[in-house]
């Protein structure tokens, strides 16, 4: 089992920047991906970036690329998600998650945090 907690979400006007956080306890040496998702009311839970645990290779969705960086600190079992350049658009529930292997879709991953909500004014 792992544990995830996120903090670090806020409202935030456009052009803004927040950094998000993911601590995980628990069995984590068994997951070597952590990656982040957001959903927005009535969409579908996507998928933003992800890295993985032991060589912090980083994926990005489109959305993402340019805007936020992922990084994780091994010694605190702990991700981010530098958010850079946001937009009203940006405004969702964003989840950490753990997987096994690499992912793209929300099927791919086993253990989820609650979320912490972004809100991006104009």
């Known amino acids: 089992q792992v544990q995830l907690v996120e903090s670090g979400g806020g409202l935030v006007q456009a052009g803004g920047s927040l950094r998000l956080s993911c601590a995980a306890s628990g069995r984590t040496f068994i997951w070597s991906v952590m990656g982040w998702f957001r959903q927005a009311p009535g969409k579908e839970r996507e998928f933003v970036a992800a890295?993985?645990?032991?060589?912090?290779?980083?994926y990005y969705a489109d959305s993402a690329k340019g805007r936020f960086t992922i990084s994780r600190d091994n010694a605190k079992d702990t991700v981010y998600l530098q958010m850079n350049s946001l937009k009203p658009e940006d405004t969702a529930v964003y989840h950490c998650?753990?997987?096994?292997?690499?992912?793209?879709?929300?099927?791919?991953?086993?253990?989820w945090g609650q979320g912490t909500q972004v809100t991006v004014s104009s």
């Open positions: 890295v993985r645990w032991s060589s912090g290779s980083t």
């Open positions: 998650a753990a997987a096994q292997t690499l992912a793209y879709t929300r099927g791919g991953y086993d253990y």
